[in-house]
């Protein structure tokens, strides 16, 4: 299972710690990922992703999942999120 957050694409990243002499030693930065469970409303069903801490913070401010993936930018999403967003906007085009 890749270390990538479903929603907005955010992966791990290197670098240095950088000590107080200047010296640096080489890290990894791994983003906060959980496993939720989200409703959608306009599908009527839950989907269970796995996402950044951030992104699940993203989902609520914007007003639940259906509002965020009509929004989100389809390079950042996964291939399961991405078949989600169509869903959606098949159901909603129906309608």
Known sequence: MARRCELTGKA???GHLVSHSNRKTKTVFRPNLVNVTLQSDALGRSVRL????NALRSVEHR???DAFLLKAAADDLSVGALGLKRDLEKKLAAN
Do not use: D, V
Request: no cysteine; proline share 0%; aromatic share 0%.
């Open 63 to 65: 007003g639940g999942l």
């Open 12 to 14: 791990t990243q290197s």
């Open 50 to 53: 796995r996402i950044s801490a």
